[in-house]
């Protein structure tokens, strides 16, 4: 990714907002793992303190806990993980909460990132919402994918392909894309009011916009590309001999290539 396109969101929309759109992102990241962390915590407790009885059983025996000692590691392990979930899901209510009132300050509904024009996302996270959104399509998830059309302003006309991919970060086909759905989001803002998003959604799509800083950028582009990957298998089947590949016209076969090359080189790399 070019300097140019790092600095694109910074241009076109105010850094105070831009800030908060990412906190808010950031937010939402960490509290996605809120509870493969406490699980690992009240794990972590429970096999020390099961240590604990043991090595303590020959000194003290056992008396002093009675017929409780098994259950004192997997007690304790059970509250340090239910302590620390709660006390992270409360902090994540309260600063939710700042972050939401902060940008309700200057106009931005933070239920609704893209009802207001797309300046505050990459165009590599773009091409993964949009990428998501077509895989929903060839899994005939509608009701998943309608949440993008009314969130972004898809739609399946989009002269945007995945499977192979045809559009890349920081070209002119893809600001050509970025005003194609910030024009339909702004004919529907009268009419139709896109729908509340938050924690789920970031979790299941990474709906919010995100710094694309260069660690996010290789997360970014590793999931667009294996959604193009699966679609390419899904179409065209496994490997470049298969009939169905050799039918395809030639520049479909080039873009195949690409992608999957790209794939191997952010998979696994030499």
């Given at each position: 990714m070019s300097d140019e396109e790092r600095e694109r969101p910074r241009k076109a929309a105010d850094a105070g907002s831009l800030d908060l759109w990412y906190r808010l992102a950031g937010l939402y990241s960490r509290a996605a793992s809120t509870r493969g962390r406490s699980a690992r915590l009240g794990f972590t407790v429970t096999?020390?303190?099961g240590a604990?009885?043991?090595?303590?059983?020959?000194?003290?025996?056992?008396?002093w806990a009675g017929p409780f000692a098994p259950l004192i590691p997997v007690f304790l392990g059970l509250a340090t993980g239910l302590g620390m979930y709660f006390s992270e899901r409360t902090e994540l209510r309260r600063r939710e909460a700042s972050l939401v009132a902060a940008l309700g300050e200057r106009?931005?509904?933070?239920?609704?990132?893209?009802?207001?024009?797309?300046?505050?996302?990459?165009?590599?996270?773009?091409?993964?919402?949009?990428?998501?959104?077509?895989?929903?399509?060839?899994?005939?998830?509608?009701?998943?994918?309608?949440?993008?059309?009314?969130?972004f302003g898809f739609t399946p006309e989009d002269p945007f392909e995945t499977g192979p991919l045809n559009v890349r970060p920081d070209t002119e086909r893809m600001a050509e894309l970025r005003r194609r759905w910030e024009r339909r989001m702004e004919m529907r803002r009268g009419t139709r009011e896109a729908p509340s998003v938050g924690l789920r959604e970031d979790v299941a799509y990474r709906f919010y916009p995100r710094e694309m800083t260069v660690g996010t950028e290789r997360v970014v582009r590793e999931a667009y590309i294996?959604?193009?990957?699966?679609?390419?298998?899904?179409?065209?089947?496994?490997?470049?001999?298969?009939?169905?590949?050799?039918?395809?016209?030639?520049?479909?076969?080039?873009?195949?290539?690409?992608?999957?090359?790209?794939?191997?080189?952010?998979?696994h790399p030499k």
């Open positions: 096999l020390v303190a604990l009885v043991l090595l303590s059983a020959p000194l003290f025996g056992t008396g106009g931005l509904d933070a239920r609704r990132p893209g009802s207001r024009g797309l300046d505050a996302y990459y165009d590599a996270q773009l091409i993964l919402l949009r990428s998501e959104y077509e895989y929903l399509l060839e899994r005939d998830a509608g009701r998943s994918a309608r949440l993008f059309e009314d969130s294996l959604i193009s990957k699966r679609l390419i298998e899904l179409r065209y089947g496994k490997g470049l001999t298969k009939q169905r590949f050799h039918e395809a016209p030639e520049s479909v076969r080039r873009r195949i290539r690409r992608d999957l090359a790209e794939y191997e080189a952010l998979f």
